[in-house]
């Protein structure tokens, strides 16, 4: 099927609703959709000749800015790995035996 084919039929379909058409302003909208339709069909007949490829722009990140980015996602790795040591199970103040009510064995 051509790339224009399916306007031009839809075309031809509202121009024969025109012709029937009683009221002469809706006679002449559907004469105006129908030569829409048309240009429709030429303009994908058109598109269908191009062979076109969109590639996004390239944008190279300002070296200042991709410093500074550099340097907030270091110092946001330190913060999270300094916030895992404080809540390890190992650290001192978890093994303090007093904090956790920890009791000797034999002692009830």
């Known amino acids: ?17 025109a012709r029937v058409e009683l ?8 004469k105006h959709l129908a030569m829409s339709y048309l240009r ?5 007949e058109r598109n269908a000749l191009n062979d076109v490829v969109y ?5 190279p990140p300002v070296s200042g800015q991709h410093v500074a980015q ?6 946001q790795t330190i913060k999270a790995e300094t916030d ?3 809540s390890d ?16 064995p034999g002692v009830e």
């Not at 009221?23 to 559907?30: G, I, M, N, S, V």
């Not at 550099?70 to 110092?75: F, G, I, N, R, T």
Request: no cysteine; proline share 10%; net charge negative.
């Open 1 to 17: 099927m051509e790339p224009g084919a399916a306007y031009r039929a839809k075309a031809a379909e509202i121009e024969a609703r």
């Open 23 to 30: 009221d002469p302003d809706a006679r002449a909208e559907l």
């Open 40 to 44: 429709l069909a030429v303009q994908a």
């Open 55 to 59: 590639e996004p722009p390239f944008n």
């Open 70 to 75: 550099q340097q907030q996602q270091a110092q």
């Open 84 to 86: 895992e040591s404080t």
């Open 89 to 104: 199970e190992s650290s001192p103040a978890s093994l303090d035996p007093v904090k956790n009510n920890i009791q000797k």
